[in-house]
């Protein structure tokens, strides 16, 4: 071990000390992230090289986190694209990009759901630059975004952006829109949710979003028959504490009944320390509750970071 890692690791436990089992979950959260910072993460067995699935009418790869890169028919949409090794300055991935940047096919649009660094990363935008055509983000979210040689679009709720046939509508969601903290008062319209839609497919994106029925049933009224949902899984608790802005997996799966999706992507789950969850927590409830509802791995299923699958053939 490094001398900073021997050094880290004693502070990580004293700031889990002063949290205490129950209490702080900051503080939890400040000195997981610690004790990992001098480790490496996991690595992803045999990466998907060329990402691109001519046999699809629909496909997903699920990079980790809150990125998934999504093909309909030949267009690639990238969802909160996050391929540094940390995001801010001490939360560092626990597993590897389930793709490396440099293997992404030509992106047509890239779709920004809120402006936290694990969402919205400027160091991964600069990453992928050449390979993006736009960059859509919610209302108010332009002020954080540099001048990329890519065009960079504010969507608002209920406002479609269109590329030919390619059409993004901003959808309602429960998060918060800050970036910084100190910004949380004025930066108040700044989350998203999005529905893309193509030669008659349609995925819904939900990012970072407490439930809210009432958004998903608009939604789902708005945009009936939705192919697939690529909703968030964790935190998974404290439920009292995470509940107002998160959907735990039990939550996650009223959603998508909400939603009327034919599938359920989990994503945001075991990438980063962003909880007090235990690794490997998240999927193991969400294929608990997905049991207990009568639900098969054919309505919904939780990825390995780096896999594909073709939900819609040719």
């Known amino acids: 071990m490094s001398t900073a890692g021997s050094l880290a690791r004693p502070l990580a436990a004293a700031l889990l000390a002063i949290a205490g089992p129950s209490s702080c979950v900051p503080a939890r959260i400040l000195g997981s992230n610690v004790a990992n910072l001098f480790d490496s993460p996991l690595p ?32 690639f949409i990238l969802t909160d694209p996050v391929f540094t090794s940390n995001v801010g300055i001490i939360v560092k991935r626990l597993v590897e990009p389930g ?17 936290h660094f694990d969402h919205l990363s400027l160091g991964s935008l600069s990453l992928i630059e050449p390979k993006v055509r736009s ?12 001048n990329y040689a890519f065009d960079s679009v504010e969507v608002p709720t209920w406002t479609t952006w269109q590329q030919g046939d390619l059409k993004v509508t901003a959808v309602p969601v429960s998060h918060a829109g800050y970036r910084y903290g100190l910004d949380r008062d004025w930066m108040v319209t700044s989350y ?36 697939l949902a690529l909703l968030p899984i964790a935190p ?32 945001h789950f075991d990438t980063f320390i962003n909880s007090t969850d235990a690794f490997g927590e998240a999927p193991r409830e969400l294929r608990r509750v997905v049991a207990a509802r009568g639900l098969g791995p054919d309505r919904v299923f939780v990825p390995r970071h780096g896999e594909q699958r073709v939900l819609i053939a040719r």
């Open 44 to 75: 992803v067995p045999d990466k998907v090289r060329e990402p691109r699935r001519p046999e699809a009418r629909l496909a997903v790869l699920w990079v980790g986190h809150a990125t998934v890169l999504v093909q309909i028919d030949d267009k």
């Open 99 to 115: 793709l490396d940047p440099e293997d992404l096919p030509p992106i047509d649009a890239v779709l920004i759901s809120h402006m």
């Open 135 to 146: 960059l859509l983000v919610p209302l108010g979210g332009l002020v954080y975004v540099p």
């Open 192 to 227: 998203t949710g999005y529905v893309v839609e193509y030669h008659g497919i349609k995925v819904y994106f939900g990012g970072d979003t407490a439930y809210a029925r009432d958004h998903f049933e608009k939604t789902r009224a708005r945009f009936p028959g939705i192919d």
């Open 236 to 267: 998974v608790g404290p439920h009292e504490y995470m509940a107002p802005k998160h959907v735990d997996p039990a939550a996650a799966v009223q959603a998508f009944v909400a939603l009327g999706a034919r599938r359920m992507m989990a994503i």
